[in-house]
């Protein structure tokens, strides 16, 4: 019986989203972030595709042409296997990549579960919770990951399993501090005095609120992840050769260092402008989403 | 319509790493009872307890003594689900506006978050709540191309009435008023004043009205009662509490306001 128009409610959203990107723009550092960041994603989908030497990604040798420097016909020159380095790192991508964000995202999934329970449930079961979190954070990364290749085995999907079993707590710990405030807020009481159960609540109107932190954190946090994903491959306990890893491509490298440099440099290059790329866009998303956190 | 009897509410002593905080008796053996179709006053000062009680009414809260009983029925002894029931009976209006809406929801989700989550007994569709909310949009003086909106678009003043608008939604009996107006403009107040005047003549609705402006509930109010630290120091018909004060308290209170609003006739 009455008329509700639907634009406008299109355009409230699209001003909010605008007024968001407006303010994101007009930081420079955060533009040079997200265009890194979409070079890194550019390669994670096509670098496979766009691989000057597709043959060498598959383990193909070619030793006439080994530690060649770097030329026309091998911009990042060749290494002690007479691989295109070029096309190692681009193919490289996608595995740091996807394994980085594979284990954010595991832990980001694990860490709102455990923070999300503690903290509006509180009593026992957050005492139980937390100090569990506290427990796997006295674990160090690394040694954590070296006891799950030992007892599973190395390669890709324990590698991710490992890191993200260390990274949770960080989350929770976030999750935690973000329901103890959010369960707070009068709209909360508000929900609970129109008969919302507990679930929807929490699902309905205390994550929704605390979205914008755990972004932030997700896209600070990508960096160190492909880090700790090359540490892994650093230490031959990642991704096994020959599929192309940053990690172990430095790895290898780092035997013919100094006279071959471009083959630890390049590499190396790669990781540092992905890293500082999501670096920079978790600044920036932070400034925008979440201006209380801002130093 | 509405039975406190006797509610006490101590929230216990706590120790600490740091010595013992000590124990606060919020409420003490508080009673009153509200009949259908009136308003209701409930003025103190701030500590006093008028918050601690409308907590115990919606049972946010719970008292550690005594008895509350809407319609006759004990809402402590209420099973879960005749308790989600009671809650579209008993609606409330907070004190701030800018703090009582989820920033995240749009008005149309928000004023229909009740109805979805009683539609058990309203039996309203997806569509009938969202006309409904477009309806009551109307009621409230705000109009249906706000619905898609959000809270930060708004005024103190329009947010308080979408506030209103959500309280009505599940067709309460019921509707406790935590100083609706004390964080708005004095221009706003009245506004929002008249607004709630005129949806109780036309909805039929009982009014627990908490503030401390003693001008604003003499405007509204059938009958009010003083709580000064957690105790009912007097209550009866607003005519008479404010023409012949029986308690010190009540006394020194009317002492206190200043003189237009002594004046100031009620309704």
């Given at each position: 019986m009455t008329d509700v128009p639907q634009d406008s409610r299109r355009s409230a959203r699209a001003e909010a989203s605008?007024?968001?990107f407006y303010r994101f723009r007009q930081s420079r550092l955060s533009m040079v972030g997200a265009t890194m960041v979409a070079v890194v994603v550019f390669f994670t989908l096509f670098g496979n595709l766009l691989a000057p030497y597709p043959e060498h990604v598959r383990g193909g040798l070619n030793t006439a042409e080994r530690f060649q420097a770097p030329s026309l016909a091998h911009p990042f020159g060749t290494n002690e296997?007479?691989?295109?380095?070029?096309?190692?790192?681009?193919?490289g991508t996608p595995v740091s990549?996807?394994?980085?964000?594979?284990v954010v995202l595991i832990g980001t999934v694990l860490g709102v579960v455990v923070g999300a329970l503690a903290g509006f449930n509180g009593g026992w079961i957050d005492d139980v919770l937390m100090r569990f979190s506290d427990l796997m954070l006295t674990i160090p990364s690394l040694i954590l990951a070296m006891a799950v290749a030992a007892a599973l085995g190395p390669g890709f999907v324990n590698m991710i399993i490992a890191i993200a079993l260390s990274w949770w707590p960080g989350y929770a710990?976030?999750?935690?501090?973000?329901?103890?405030?959010?369960?707070?807020?009068?709209?909360?009481?508000a929900a609970r005095a129109i008969g919302a159960s507990p679930a929807r609540v929490l699902f309905r109107h205390i994550l929704p609120n605390i979205v914008?932190?755990?972004?932030?954190?997700?896209?600070?946090?990508?960096?160190?992840?492909?880090?700790?994903?090359?540490?892994?491959?650093?230490?031959?306990?990642?991704?096994r050769p020959p599929t192309p890893e940053w990690g172990t491509l430095l790895s290898i490298a780092r035997n013919y260092m100094p006279d071959f440099w471009w083959t630890a440099v390049f590499p190396g290059m790669a990781m540092f402008l992905a890293v500082f790329g999501f670096n920079l866009l978790g600044d920036g998303l932070r400034d925008v989403l979440d201006p209380r956190a801002r130093r | 319509m509405l039975e406190i009897e006797n509610v006490s509410r101590v929230f216990a002593?706590?120790?600490?790493?740091?010595?013992?905080?000590?124990?606060?008796?919020?409420?003490?053996?508080?009673?009153?009872?509200?009949?259908?179709?009136?308003?209701?006053?409930?003025?103190?000062?701030?500590?006093?307890g008028k918050t601690t009680l409308t907590r115990q009414i919606l049972r946010l809260d719970t008292p550690t003594s005594g008895r509350i009983l809407f319609e006759g029925e004990d809402m402590a002894r209420l099973s879960p689900a005749a308790l989600r029931a009671l809650r579209a009976k008993v609606q409330i209006v907070f004190q701030d506006p800018y703090a009582s809406l989820n920033p995240r929801m749009s008005v149309h989700d928000i004023v229909t978050e009740p109805m979805l989550i009683h539609r058990g007994i309203l039996g309203l569709n997806r569509q009938q709540r969202t006309d409904r909310a477009a309806e009551l949009l109307d009621l409230v003086g705000l109009g249906p191309q706000h619905l898609y909106r959000h809270p930060h678009e708004f005024s103190g003043g329009q947010r308080q009435r979408i506030c209103i608008a959500r309280a009505l939604a599940p067709g309460p009996s019921l509707v406790l008023l935590d100083e609706p107006t004390s964080a708005l403009d004095v221009s706003v107040q009245a506004q929002v004043l008249n607004l709630l005047i005129e949806l109780q003549q036309r909805l039929g609705l009982t009014y627990f009205f908490i503030s401390h402006d003693l001008g604003v509930i003499r405007y509204l109010c059938d009958?009010?009662?003083l709580i000064y630290r957690g105790e009912i120091k007097e209550q009866g018909e607003t005519q008479r509490l404010f023409d012949a004060p029986e308690s010190d308290y009540t006394r020194s209170l009317l002492a206190a306001m200043p003189p237009d609003v002594r004046r100031v006739a009620g309704r």
């Open positions: 605008r007024r968001a296997l007479g691989q295109d380095v070029l096309s190692l790192v681009m193919a990549v996807a394994a980085g964000f594979a710990r976030l999750v935690r501090g973000e329901v103890l405030q959010a369960r707070e807020e009068v709209y909360v009481a914008s932190p755990i972004i932030v954190k997700m896209s600070l946090d990508m960096g160190f992840a492909i880090l700790t994903v090359a540490a892994l491959g650093f230490i031959g306990i990642g991704v | 002593e706590r120790k600490g790493m740091f010595g013992t905080s000590p124990g606060v008796r919020a409420l003490h053996e508080v009673s009153l009872s509200v009949r259908k179709g009136e308003s209701f006053g409930l003025v103190g000062e701030s500590g006093s009958r009010v009662a």
